[in-house]
């Protein structure tokens, strides 16, 4: 499975953007989907996950209520709205897709990885 995020970019505080995760394959479908980032100097940290059926969500808490994880699985893609964004969360965000359906924050229950796209909120 390849996984092609899109959508990254450079915003001021408060704009909003929206990445776009594409699997190359059906087999995502029946897997969660989720995002990570990583900002310099950082390890990478969960944001987001989506169940396969889209059922339930998590977030990690400092972006609950500002973003929003969303799924088309005939698509076989993922989205990431993110809104009043802040320079915090400057990094580059990557999408995966999940070892089964329900949802985790582990990066080790996350089997295939995108590679990247860059989010910078300047102020």
């Known amino acids: 499975v390849q996984l092609q995020a899109s959508g990254g970019g450079l915003v001021q505080v408060g704009g909003s953007l929206r990445l776009s995760c594409a699997a190359s394959?059906?087999?995502?479908?029946?897997?969660?989907m989720g995002w990570f980032r990583q900002a310099p100097g950082k390890e990478r940290e969960f944001v987001a996950v989506?169940?396969?059926?889209?059922?339930?969500?998590l977030y990690t808490d400092s972006v609950k209520g500002r973003f929003t994880i969303s799924r088309d699985r005939a698509k076989n893609t993922v989205y990431l709205q993110m809104n009043n964004l802040m320079p915090e969360d400057t990094a580059v965000y990557y999408c995966?897709?999940?070892?089964?359906?329900?949802?985790?924050?582990?990066?080790?229950?996350?089997?295939?990885w995108g590679q990247g796209t860059q989010v910078t909120v300047s102020s």
């Open positions: 989506i169940a396969f059926n889209g059922g339930s969500t």
């Open positions: 995966a897709v999940g070892l089964g359906g329900r949802v985790s924050t582990h990066m080790a229950d996350f089997r295939y």
């Open positions: 394959r059906r087999t995502s479908s029946n897997n969660a």
